[in-house]
């Protein structure tokens, strides 16, 4: 056998191998990856629902998430359909983030850098001030004062190498008390657990600041940027990365206590977890751009169930009843068992679903976005936007109005105030209580009761 046959059947061997090889991989990171979980590991039913926050009167919606865990759902509101609408206030711009609601006021951070109050019973605009930046965040309100982060033009596409901008705000007057710009930009809805401001950047960290001197306690280095808000819960602040990175925090010191990753994806790798983490039940449930929803344990970080939801996951978990709420990118309200992972229920809406579900008296609020992830290059739902109301046991659609892309609604103790596209609602209940019938649901209430 001459030396260049020999030659010729090394490289095919090669070839083959590297093909078998390559097989091998593909079949590795492509096979089904569901996980199911258990209610004997690490699952904590004393953990949720939290307790309402001091003060109700003053704070009843003070944060994105409503809680610090970002449970997304509110024990004390109960207010349903119908409803009539007591007024509406136009932003002049989208609205991606739901407004926080104290002391009779509600604050509107819209994207194009309008932050404004508005009087809860009038709609009357209190103050309203602008910056030269963009908004990708709710506000957060403690005590008096009113805090913003802001991102640099163009919006999500702005420069990565620039000093952020957080905003303190009276809450009453709308002056400007200080500015924080020593970290990297951010799009985080803010956090404040005791004297300590958390966020995370675009610069790849987690910062924490005092809120007494506005200066660094601590700056974290994560693997990538970040684009969600930090949830906390018993001495922790967990955050995801783009990096497809879990993250527990110490809350006092920064330190890391675990970190732990989503599934890798051929030939994507790791994907974004673009959407805050909700923590309850001593569980982080988490929805990743990958199209899958993950739940870690709270304390050791370990994967305790992973179950895909279509396309794409951009929403923050709803929980409430033992049940985590997820919306995708296929146009679907998903409801998982929160000990196990197990499907409950699935309702196909109209289009796409981006923003974060809500959870209020027995009910699942959503919007639709309706065009979000045509760009994308697996296959989402387009179609007409609006708000909607599912039965959140059930799945059943309650309750529909025809405005509404991102964000749903916050609440006080008269009204659920709902995010239009580029509109503030303020809807009152009615007092009738008839039940809709089981073909049409409630529709539109644009008049009085």
Request: with cysteine.
């Given at each position: ?19 078998a090889a390559a097989g091998a991989w593909v079949w590795w990171e492509t096979r089904p990856q569901s996980k199911l979980g258990s209610a004997d590991v690490e699952f904590e039913t004393t953990q949720q629902p939290p307790p ?88 957060l309100v403690r005590g008096d004062v009113v805090y913003q982060s802001f991102l640099p033009w163009p919006c999500p596409y702005g420069p990565r190498d620039v000093p952020g901008l957080i905003v303190a705000v009276d809450a009453r007057t709308g002056k400007e008390l200080w500015r924080f710009r020593d970290s990297g930009p951010s799009e ?262």
């Amino acid at each position: 056998m001459n030396r260049r046959l020999l030659a010729l059947l090394a490289v095919l061997a090669a070839v083959l191998l590297a093909g078998a090889a390559a097989g091998a991989w593909v079949w590795w990171e492509t096979r089904p990856q569901s996980k199911l979980g258990s209610a004997d590991v690490e699952f904590e039913t004393t953990q949720q629902p939290p307790p309402p926050p001091p003060k109700l009167a003053e704070l009843p919606w003070p944060m994105y998430g409503y809680d610090d865990e970002r449970t997304h759902f509110t024990p004390v509101h109960r207010h349903r359909p119908p409803f009539a609408v007591a007024w509406r206030v136009e932003a002049g711009d989208l609205i991606e983030f739901p407004a926080s609601v104290a002391d009779g006021r509600v604050f509107v951070a819209q994207e194009k850098g309008r932050f404004f109050a508005v009087d809860a019973d009038t709609g009357k605009i209190l103050w309203d001030r602008r910056y030269r930046n963009c908004a990708a965040s709710s506000p957060l309100v403690r005590g008096d004062v009113v805090y913003q982060s802001f991102l640099p033009w163009p919006c999500p596409y702005g420069p990565r190498d620039v000093p952020g901008l957080i905003v303190a705000v009276d809450a009453r007057t709308g002056k400007e008390l200080w500015r924080f710009r020593d970290s990297g930009p951010s799009e985080s809805s803010l956090l404040a657990v005791g004297n300590l401001l958390y966020f995370g950047s675009w610069d790849h960290k987690v910062y924490a600041i005092d809120l007494r001197t506005q200066r660094v306690r601590w700056a974290t280095e994560t693997d990538a940027e970040i684009d969600g808000s930090a949830a906390y819960s018993d001495g922790t602040v967990y955050i995801g990365t783009n990096g497809g990175s879990m993250y527990a925090l110490d809350a006092r010191t920064g330190a890391i206590r675990w970190r732990s990753t989503s599934y890798s994806h051929f030939p994507r790798g790791r994907e974004y977890f673009y959407a805050t983490p909700t923590v309850a039940y001593g569980r982080v449930f988490a929805g990743n751009t990958d199209g899958w929803v993950y739940a870690y344990g709270a304390r050791t970080g370990h994967l305790l169930w992973a179950q895909q939801a279509g396309p794409y996951v951009y929403t923050a978990p709803a929980v409430w009843n033992q049940t985590v709420y997820v919306g995708s990118y296929d146009g679907k309200v998903y409801a998982f068992d929160a000990a196990t992972g197990g499907l409950r229920w699935s309702y196909e809406a109209s289009g796409s679903i981006h923003g974060a579900p809500t959870v209020m008296d027995g009910l699942v609020y959503f919007s639709v976005c309706g065009t979000c992830g045509r760009r994308g290059v697996r296959d989402t739902k387009e179609g007409r936007p609006g708000t909607f109301a599912l039965d959140a046991r059930s799945g059943k659609l309650v309750w529909t109005f025809w405005d509404g892309r991102y964000s749903p609604v916050v609440a006080d103790a008269k009204h659920v105030y709902l995010m239009g596209k580029s509109r503030v609602w303020a809807l009152a209940p009615c007092p009738s209580r008839r039940s809709p019938s089981r073909t049409e649901p409630y529709r539109n209430v644009l008049k009085r009761c």
